[in-house]
């Protein structure tokens, strides 16, 4: 069985900020982002909760030294190996997010696969239960 941890406050409030810095990013048109020049964009590829990698890269950007240089992280979560295994890349999801926060113009989050599972995973039930109930004839 796994243990249910109760979210702190705090991460709730990084996760309501960084969700307001992506809505208003002013660079935003839709679902997109048109990160204008001057400026330069590093990013990175699927970083699967690998803090040293991601320390590796934030060190490499340099943001605080460099005023017009944009960071695009991809894929920060990853699922775990087992099922006894705890995934524990939402640590670097904080740790991405603060930094987000940091620089709020130029740290920008990218979904993949491993986010995005989850979702597909409850629509698809979702629609085989829809599917199921839809069959039965009272």
């Given at each position: 069985?796994?243990?249910?941890?109760?979210?702190h406050?705090?991460?709730?409030?990084?996760?309501?900020?960084?969700?307001r810095?992506?809505?208003?990013h002013?660079?935003?048109?839709?679902?997109l982002?048109?990160l204008?020049?001057?400026g330069?964009?590093?990013?990175?590829g699927?970083?699967?909760?690998?803090?040293?990698n991601?320390?590796?890269?934030?060190r490499?950007a340099d943001?605080?030294?460099h005023p017009?240089?944009?960071?695009?992280?991809?894929?920060l979560?990853?699922?775990?190996?087992?099922?006894?295994?705890?995934?524990?890349?939402f640590?670097?999801?904080?740790r991405?997010?603060?930094?987000?926060k940091?620089?709020?113009?130029?740290?920008?989050l990218?979904?993949?696969?491993h986010a995005l599972?989850p979702?597909?995973t409850?629509?698809s039930i979702?629609d085989?239960?829809t599917?199921f109930h839809?069959?039965?004839?009272?």
């Amino acid at each position: 069985q796994y243990a249910l941890m109760q979210p702190h406050e705090s991460i709730i409030k990084l996760y309501r900020q960084a969700r307001r810095i992506n809505l208003d990013h002013p660079s935003r048109r839709g679902q997109l982002l048109e990160l204008k020049a001057p400026g330069e964009g590093i990013m990175t590829g699927d970083l699967h909760g690998h803090e040293k990698n991601f320390n590796k890269i934030v060190r490499f950007a340099d943001l605080p030294d460099h005023p017009h240089r944009h960071l695009i992280l991809h894929e920060l979560l990853h699922e775990s190996q087992s099922s006894t295994e705890y995934c524990v890349s939402f640590r670097l999801l904080e740790r991405a997010l603060r930094l987000q926060k940091a620089f709020p113009q130029r740290v920008h989050l990218l979904l993949g696969n491993h986010a995005l599972c989850p979702l597909y995973t409850i629509f698809s039930i979702l629609d085989l239960i829809t599917d199921f109930h839809s069959s039965l004839s009272f």
